[in-house]
């Protein structure tokens, strides 16, 4: 069925992230979703608002590239 969902392998990196894939030879494309325990949810009680902080701060720019040179470098990479 065209519908049917199917059931990821897992393979867990070195570092512990657990990356869950499948493969579909019909189709010659990779899709990538990455969802990361990055939330108020995790954060530290003695760190409030640390996630909040580093999400607001993600996109804003770093010494060597601007805010406008990200966002470009990551369209450029089909992200976005």
Known sequence: ???????PE?????????VLYYQNDNIPKLYVNLL?????W?????????CSILNAMLLEGT???SKKNLIEELEKHGVG
Do not use: A, C, Q, W
């Open 42 to 50: 995790y954060e530290p009680l003695e760190t409030p608002g640390l």
């Open 36 to 40: 990361l325990k990055f939330d108020s």
């Open 10 to 18: 897992e393979l867990v990196l070195s570092n512990g992230l657990k």
């Open 63 to 65: 010494k060597k590239r």
């Open 1 to 7: 069925n065209v519908h049917d969902i199917p059931i």
